[in-house]
């Protein structure tokens, strides 16, 4: 089966650091042209993802010069730009919004994105499908109840939880608890926990955890450190995520 959009490249970066970072293009009076400085506050992986998403969807060119569809979108309110991304998804994903509508399952689904859009990679079919089911939420279209159920810590926006009051420990030889998992690549990736050191934990699926440990603020890193940083982050933050989002 043919691709059903040769042009269109689904995106299978997080949803949430999507939607926020169109958001605040529509905060501002738009530029002439989208660059990475506008995104520097973003890895470098962000960065390339979110130009690809913006071209994809036809917000900018290419070259970065913003179309007439991304001023539009930062011309209205909040519930103009869903209904804008309602109308995207309806223009790019005509065979999975189908799928959806039909109530169909998630093999189904994986099917759809396999030929559609000739993804042969489970991981990067599971994370465009993850794009697209957050998408297909905030834009009140037709959701299958056979598909995986998504939260907004899991790649969409949402309402900030509460973080919970952390227990003391029952015992001196009581091990203390985990400070938090990452939900997010586009958030602050290292929390200090008073020491100077900054630190991140990750649970495994297998049982357990890993901590990212650094000892310098990561706000301050430059050129290669703040690529190889981020990277390592990212790969985290992916591997987070890949334990809530659906398995193809």
């Known amino acids: 089966m043919e691709p059903q959009s040769p042009e269109f490249k689904p995106p299978y970066m997080s949803f949430q650091t999507f939607w926020?970072?169109?958001?605040?293009?529509?905060?501002?009076?738009?530029p002439p042209r989208i660059d990475r400085s506008l995104m520097s506050g973003k890895s470098g992986t962000?960065?390339?993802?979110?130009?690809?998403?913006?071209?994809?969807?036809?917000?900018?060119?290419?070259?970065?010069?913003?179309?007439?569809?991304?001023?539009?979108?930062?011309?209205?309110?909040?519930?103009?730009?869903?209904?804008?991304?309602?109308?995207?998804?309806?223009?790019?994903?005509?065979?999975?919004?189908?799928?959806?509508?039909?109530?169909?399952t998630s093999n189904a689904l994986h099917d759809s994105f396999r030929?559609?859009?000739?993804?042969?990679?489970?991981?990067?079919?599971?994370?465009?499908?993850?794009?697209?089911?957050?998408?297909?939420?905030?834009?009140?279209?037709?959701?299958?109840?056979?598909?995986?159920?998504?939260?907004?810590?899991?790649?969409?926006?949402?309402?900030?939880?509460?973080?919970?009051?952390?227990?003391?420990?029952?015992?001196?030889?009581?091990s203390p608890p985990i400070r938090e998992?990452?939900?997010?690549?586009?958030?602050?990736?290292a929390e200090r926990d008073g020491s100077g050191v900054y630190k991140q934990a990750v649970t495994l699926r297998t049982g357990g955890t890993m901590t990212l440990s650094v000892s310098v603020n990561p706000l301050t890193l430059r050129g290669a450190d703040r690529d190889f940083f981020y990277q390592i982050v990212d790969a985290l933050a992916d591997y987070a995520e890949g334990s809530e989002d659906p398995q193809p």
Do not use: W
């Not at 926020?20 to 738009?30: S, V």
């Not at 109308?87 to 109530?103: D, I, W």
């Not at 959701?143 to 015992?171: C, E, L, M, T, Y």
């Not at 998992?181 to 990736?189: N, R, V």
């Open 20 to 30: 926020k970072f169109t958001e605040e293009l529509a905060n501002k009076p738009l």
């Open 181 to 189: 998992t990452f939900q997010e690549p586009d958030d602050d990736p």
């Open 46 to 104: 962000d960065q390339a993802n979110l130009t690809s998403a913006l071209v994809s969807f036809g917000l900018m060119e290419p070259d970065g010069t913003v179309t007439s569809r991304l001023q539009q979108f930062a011309s209205g309110d909040q519930d103009d730009r869903k209904k804008m991304l309602a109308e995207m998804v309806e223009e790019f994903y005509p065979r999975q919004l189908a799928v959806s509508a039909a109530n169909a």
């Open 115 to 174: 030929d559609s859009f000739g993804l042969s990679s489970p991981e990067t079919r599971r994370k465009c499908e993850t794009f697209f089911l957050h998408a297909l939420r905030l834009a009140d279209l037709p959701f299958s109840h056979h598909f995986p159920q998504i939260r907004s810590g899991s790649g969409g926006p949402g309402v900030p939880k509460k973080r919970p009051a952390r227990k003391k420990p029952a015992a001196a030889t009581a």
